[in-house]
Nanobody, 120 residues
Framework: VQLQASGGGLVQAGDSLRLSCAASGLTFSNYAMGWYRQAPGKERELVAGIANVGIRGHSDSVKGRFTISRDNAKSTVYLQMNSLKPEDTAVYYC???????????????WGQGTEVTVSS
């Protein structure tokens, strides 16, 4: 299983970015997907999760600004990030598991991460 995250970069506060995570080596439509992030000196935290059937949730810190979505035909999960803040600066990781409960707690598979830096 490979999860290839992309789309990170350096942006200014208030800007938008869309992260993508392309999955291979698994039947994507069977898997729940998640996005996590890890800021410098902090523990990795859950950002959002989406079930294989599209049910989704977002952490309180990003609710209303970030949106997770998926395209099963492209085996890709996205994270649309709007109104970015300096505190969103982190390495963002995608993850996969066979259920939303597992992907939002102890995912089976992890991507390599893509770095997002938000300047003030």
């Amino acid at each position: 299983v490979q999860l290839q995250a992309s789309g990170g970069g350096l942006v200014q506060a208030g800007d938008s970015l869309r992260l993508s995570c392309a999955a291979s080596g698994l039947t994507f439509s069977n898997y729940a997907m998640g996005w996590y992030r890890q800021a410098p000196g902090k523990e990795r935290e859950l950002v959002a999760g989406i079930a294989n059937v599209g049910i989704r949730g977002h952490s309180d810190s990003v609710k209303g600004r970030f949106t997770i979505s998926r395209d099963n035909a492209k085996s890709t999960v996205y994270l649309q990030m709007n109104s970015l803040k300096p505190e969103d600066t982190a390495v963002y990781y995608c993850a996969a598991a066979l259920s939303l409960r597992v992907v939002t707690s102890t995912p089976n598979y992890w991507g390599q991460g893509t770095e997002v830096t938000v300047s003030s």
